[in-house]
């Protein structure tokens, strides 16, 4: 079955700068949309970015300039390069793998940005 593992997370200053991945398995990984998503505390999940099967990226306002997300086919994983980070970034961040409007989704890894 499809398995999505993230790794990266933690605690972060401001201004710093973080790199996520998501190891995929279970899966052809590069037929599948992969994106970042996040829930900070009492709000809801939101996308961050997601880079299609057709190498298409697109990023949410609020990572526009600071983020880059990036994947690899042969290594079946996807990347979030997140730089510049603030207070408001802290968030549980999830992977999620989407194909035919069927979506997976990874257990998360927490970002905490704070001095």
């Known amino acids: 079955q499809v398995q999505l593992v993230e790794s990266g997370g933690g605690l972060v200053q401001p201004g710093g700068s973080l790199r996520l991945s998501c190891a995929a398995s279970g899966m052809i990984f590069s037929i599948y949309d992969m994106g970042w998503y996040r829930q900070a505390p009492g709000k809801q999940r939101e996308l961050v970015a997601i880079t299609t099967s057709i190498l298409t990226t697109n990023y949410a306002v609020s990572g526009k300039g600071r983020f880059t997300i990036s994947r690899d086919n042969a290594k079946t994983t996807v990347y979030l390069q997140m730089n510049s980070l603030n207070p408001e970034d802290t968030a549980v961040y999830y992977c999620?793998?989407?194909?035919?409007?069927?979506?997976?989704w990874g257990q998360g890894t927490q970002v905490t940005v704070s001095s």
């Open positions: 999620n793998a989407s194909r035919g409007g069927i979506p997976y």
